[in-house]
C-alpha cells in the first residue's frame, strides 16, 4: 500500500514513512491510494476473531513494511483487556434497548477514545524507531484528552521523550492528576502560564523552526496521524460484529465529533465495504460540520468565535481530519481540495450534495449544554446508564436520526468519571470512577511551571534531549 497527499503533490510512500510525519508537504494529509475492499467470505471469517486478531487483519491490508510476525505481536500487546479496564472484548457493546447500543471506547487508561489510537501508536513509534536506531521527542499542546492519552502510550518507551504543554491551572483536577501523576523519566509536564492557544502558538513557533525542529527530532502524536485513524477503523467493524448476527445485516453510527478523526475511520471503513447504513455526524455548539451536512456550506470559524462548552473534547472551529472525506468526496482532485482548503469557505455542487448523503451516507445533528444535561439525566433514568457530556450529545442526535430496523450504535467516546462537574450538573451525584482511580488527586506531581514564552519552552527542550 503506497500513500499520497490529499492535494495530490509530492512522491507516493510507503506506511512507515508516514507514521512519524505529520502533515505532508503540500501541505495536505496522507490517504492509501485506495481503500481495500472486504469481500463477504473475508467478512464471515473476521466475525469470529478476538479484537487484536482484527487489529491485525485490518492494518495489514495498509501496512506492507513491517514483517506480519511483528504486526501480530504489536497488535496483540496493544489490545489486552489489562489494558482495556479488564473487558476481553475491548470495545464491548452495553444496549440500551433492542436497536439502539452504546459501544464503549472508554475503557482504556485515560478514560476517553483516543486511548484506542493511541496505544497502537506508542507501540508502532517504539518499534520503528528502534528498527531506525533513532529517537524522537514529541512536542504537543492540550487541554485535557489527548495530552493524557498521549503520555499514557509513551511513558517508559524506548527512543521516545514527550513534552507536553497545558494551560497552568486551567485542567480540571482529576486531569491534572492523571498527567502529573506520571512519574516516568520520559515524560515531561509543562504547565504554560497562560491558555490553550498560547500552548498552540507555542507548539508552532517551535516546530514552525525547522532547523531547532530537525536537530531537536521533534515530531507530534496530533489526530491527522494516519495510524492513529487506521487503528480506529478496527472498532467499527467490532461494533458492527457485536450488534449483528450476520452480515447480511447493516447498522448505523452515531459519532460525537470534534476534528472529525473519530468519525472519518467510520467512512473508510465503509468505503471498504462494512454495512453501514448511516454514518451520523454529532457536535455541541460549535457545529461547522453539522453546518456544512445541512447545506453544503464548509465554513470554519476563527479562535474567537469557538465556544467553551461542557463538551469540550468537541471544542473546534476547523475540523483537521475533515479534508481526507473532501478529498474522497472530490474524486482525489489534489487542486480543487487545495484551492478549498486555502480558502476561508467553499460550498458544494447540488450533485457533491446529493452524493454526500446518499453515496457517502452521512447525517448530522447538534446538541446544545441543556440538551446535553436532559439528556445524560434522561439515560440514567430509562436505561440506567451513566453517560459522559460527549456521548450524551451522540446520544441525542442518534435518537433524532434513528431509522426503523436499522440497529443504531452510538460511540462512547469517554467515562463520566472524566467529567464530574457536568454529571455533578445533570444528576446531583458524583459520578463513580473506575477501581484505582479514587484519591490520584493526592499523588506525587511531576510537573514544571513554565512562562508563556518560546524561549524559555526551548531552552527547558534543550536541556532534557541528548547533546548531538
Ligand atoms: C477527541 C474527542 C472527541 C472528538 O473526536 P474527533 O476525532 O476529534 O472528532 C469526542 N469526545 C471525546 C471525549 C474526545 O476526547
Known sequence: MKYVSTRGGGPQK????????????????YLPTHYPQIDAATLARWRTLSYA???????????DDIPAEDLRRLTAQTYRAEVF???????????????????ELSNGPTLAFKDMAMQLLGALFEYELGRRGEALNILGATSGDTGSAAEYAMRGRAGVRVFMLSPHGRMSAFQQAQMFSLQ??????????????????????????LGFKKSRRIGTVN??????????????????FAATKSNDERVSFTVPSGNFGNVCAGHVARQMGLPIAQLVVATNENDVLDEFFRTGRYAPRGAAQTHATSSPSMDISKASN?????????????????????????????????SVEGRYAFASGRSSHADRLATIRTCQQRYGRLVDPHTADGLKVALERRQAGVPMIVLETALPAKFAETLREATGQEPPRPAGLDGI????????????????????????????
Open 223 to 240: 489526530s491527522i496521524n494516519w495510524a492513529r485513524l487506521l487503528a480506529q477503523v478496527v472498532y467499527y467493524f467490532a461494533g458492527y
Open 322 to 354: 475533515f479534508e481526507r472525506f473532501i478529498a474522497d468526496l472530490f474524486g482525489r482532485d489534489g487542486a480543487r481540495v487545495q484551492s478549498a482548503f486555502t480558502s476561508p469557505s467553499f460550498e458544494l455542487s447540488a450533485a457533491e450534495r446529493a
Open 441 to 468: 488527586e493526592a499523588l506525587p506531581k511531576r510537573v514544571t511551571v513554565i512562562d508563556n514564552d518560546v524561549q524559555a519552552v526551548r531552552a527547558f527542550i534543550d536541556a532534557h534531549v541528548d547533546a548531538r
Open 85 to 103: 479496564g479488564g473487558r476481553p472484548e475491548i470495545t464491548p457493546l452495553h444496549t440500551l434497548e433492542p436497536g439502539l447500543h452504546l459501544q
Open 184 to 209: 516516568d523519566a520520559n515524560i515531561h509536564n509543562l504547565a504554560v502560564r497562560g491558555v490553550f492557544d498560547d500552548c498552540q502558538d507555542i507548539v508552532k513557533a517551535v516546530s514552525n523552526d
Open 53 to 63: 486478531e482484527l487489529a491485525f487483519e485490518i492494518l495489514s491490508l495498509y501496512i
Open 14 to 29: 510507503r506506511f512507515c514513512d508516514i507514521l512519524l510525519e505529520g502533515l505532508a508537504d503540500d501541505g495536505g494529509l
